[in-house]
């Protein structure tokens, strides 16, 4: 589990960096752009929050845009409950912080409760802090290392999230609840804003619904 925690850091040591580099290139001072990743703390809100400021778009815009990509929060939330994060309001509070796809994933993969309790608080911690360093440091080195895309390393976070929910996918039914829900957000993509495909691959659950049998006629 460190192991894998680890390698999922060190993507997020490059994206942070750069994060922080497009920041500072569009012009926001280095305090808001260390009190974004400490507060929003949400990687792909923070990059489309700065694609808005470039583009002159107001506060509105971008706390409604942040909203509707992040939406796909909720039922991660109710994926892992209290059970997870804790009874204590500190827990819920501080676990609800550090929600994200990898934390969530990471411990829907585990079986044993405290497994799954550990999964989700080491990589939740581990992600937020190297998240916070890296975009400081990309901050203040200036806009040298330029958009993640190029280097291929934004793949590393889907493939790390396949990598888990493959063993997962044990009978029949999670494997067409996952092929749908699949198919649903590919088709999707190139017509809707970058988190609402993933929403709409929630409608893959409509296969795990029995299928209904023929009866042979007498």
């Avoid at 990059?47 to 039922?75: C, D, E, K, M, Q």
């Avoid at 829907?108 to 550990?118: E, I, N, T, Y």
Wanted: hydrophobic content about 55%; overall charge positive; some cysteine.
């Amino acid at each position: 589990m460190v192991r894998d925690v680890g390698a999922l850091c060190a993507a997020a040591v490059v994206v942070g960096l750069s994060f922080g580099a497009i920041a500072t290139a569009a012009g926001l001072p280095l305090s808001q752009i260390v009190v974004m990743s400490a507060f929003v703390y949400a990687g792909g809100a923070q990059f489309l929050a700065v694609g808005l400021v470039s583009a002159g778009g107001t506060a509105l815009a971008i706390i409604l845009a942040g909203l509707l990509l992040n939406a796909r929060h909720l039922p991660f939330g109710l994926a892992i409950g209290n059970e997870t994060l804790g009874e204590a309001r500190w827990r819920r509070i501080i676990g609800s912080h550090i929600l994200t796809d990898e934390s969530v994933a990471f411990a829907l993969a585990q079986d044993d409760p405290a497994r799954r309790r550990r999964a989700y608080w080491l990589t939740g911690a581990a992600l937020y802090i190297t998240w916070n360093i890296s975009s400081t440091l990309g901050a203040i080195a200036g806009s040298a290392l330029g958009d993640p895309d190029r280097y291929g390393i934004d793949a590393a976070f889907p493939a790390a999230l396949l990598a888990l929910t493959l063993p997962s996918l044990k009978d029949k039914v999670s494997v067409r609840v996952a092929i749908g829900g699949a198919a649903v957000a590919l088709v999707a993509t190139p017509f809707l804003p970058a988190g609402l495909p993933v929403l709409l691959a929630l409608l893959g659950l409509a296969f795990a619904l029995p299928v209904p049998s023929r009866k042979k006629a007498k």
